[in-house]
């Protein structure tokens, strides 16, 4: 089973509807005893940085999600979700994350469109099992206007180039995130979740 937290910031149904394809078990929710006596989180995200964190804040789950990363539980966050994961945001000021991860994010770069709304291609760096059966220039979708800009170079395990390197899938160990949609990115998008649900011991 795998908990998504629902914590008012995802498009939670679509990602649902995604693993029930996959015939991967999951439950909306918030409880702490529920997300330990899970064997995987999800936590998804659209919105803004700082709303957000005051949701999970409220909530009190950063500490929640950090000792279950701690102990090695896979947890993926998703758009929104994957930026939380870093130490800060400068969306509209600065705001502190949940700090699983080393980095920050900011503002996509002016030369380009923004919000990034579309379908745009990923490239491969490394070998990890997520990226199993993912062929070089698949095509995720995107909806964003801020995008991790520090982070550990060892935990890039996919970019794509939108005004510049953009990290689309981060993993450090246990912990993964992916900047763009799995949930409706199509076939890739499905096989990535599949991945995910396969480092589920």
């Given at each position: ?30 409880d702490k005893q529920t997300i330990e006596n899970c064997k995987a989180i999800i936590l998804p995200g659209v919105g803004a940085f700082k709303d957000a964190m005051e949701a999970i804040n409220d909530l009190n789950l950063g500490p929640v999600l950090k000792e279950e990363a701690g102990k090695g539980k896979p947890i993926l966050g998703i758009c929104l979700g994957m ?119």
């Open positions: 089973m795998i908990a998504i937290i629902d914590y008012g910031a995802g498009n939670i149904k679509s990602l649902q509807f995604a693993l029930a394809r996959l015939n991967i078990d999951s439950c909306l929710t918030t930026q939380l994961f870093y130490e800060a945001s400068f969306e509209d000021g600065q705001w502190t994350g949940i700090g699983l991860l080393e980095g920050n994010v900011s503002r996509i770069d002016s030369s380009v469109k923004v919000p990034h709304i579309g379908w745009n291609t990923i490239t491969k760096h490394g070998d990890s099992p997520l990226l199993n059966n993912i062929s070089s220039n698949a095509y995720v979708y995107f909806v964003h206007s801020y995008a991790v800009n520090t982070y550990q170079q060892n935990s890039l395990i996919a970019s794509t180039n939108y005004g510049g390197t953009i990290p689309a899938i981060v993993q450090q160990d246990n912990i993964i995130g992916m900047q763009f949609h799995p949930e409706k990115s199509g076939a890739v998008g499905l096989q990535l979740l599949q991945n995910f649900g396969e480092m589920i011991s």
